[in-house]
C-alpha cells in the first residue's frame, strides 16, 4: 500500500500509462481519421498561406479569365495565386483534360478526353501549334504555322492507311 503523501503522485503515473498505451493502440473514436470527408472546395496552401492545390466542384475561374464551361477537378496556382494548370472534368461537353497553362493564362499543353477521343494539344502565343490525337479511329498529326493555321496534317486510319492531308503550299511573297 502506497503512503497518502504518493497517491496523486501513483495516480497521475497510472493515468498517463493509460493514455499512452491507449494512443499506442488506436487510440480512442475521436481521434481516428474519418471515414469520409464531404467538402465543395479544399485548398492547400503553402508556407506562406497561398492556396497552390485546390481540389473544387466546381473550379473557381483562373485570375482575370472566365472559364467557357464549368469545371469540377484540381487546380495548381502559382506562388501569386494565378491558375497554371490542372486537371478538369467537364460534364456539359464530355471534357476531361490535364493541362498546364502559360504565364499569360492560355493553356500551354493539354492531354485529354473529349467525348470519348484522346488528344494532345500543344500551344505557343495563345494559337494551337501541334494536335496529336485519334478521332473516329483516325490518328493524326497536325502541325500549324505561327498564326495557327493547319499547315501538315499526317494520317494512319484503323487500317493502317496513310496519307498527308491539306498541306498548304508556302504563301507568295507580296
Known sequence: MTSPRFRPFVLAAVSSSALVLGACAGG?????PAESLSVRELNIVDENGQTRIR????????????????????????????????????????IRALCFDSDEGYESMCMGLIQGQPTVTFRHDWKERITMGVENGVASIVIHDGQGNPRIKLEVDKDG?????????????P
Open 161 to 173: 492507311k496513310t496519307r498527308t492531308v491539306g498541306v498548304t503550299p508556302e504563301p507568295a511573297a
Open 55 to 94: 481540389i473544387a466542384a466546381p473550379m473557381p475561374n483562373p485570375q482575370g479569365l472566365k472559364r467557357a464551361a464549368t469545371a469540377h477537378g484540381l487546380q495548381f496556382l502559382s506562388p501569386t495565386g494565378q491558375e497554371i494548370g490542372g486537371l478538369g472534368l467537364f460534364d456539359i461537353n464530355g
Open 28 to 32: 480512442t473514436a475521436a481521434t481516428r
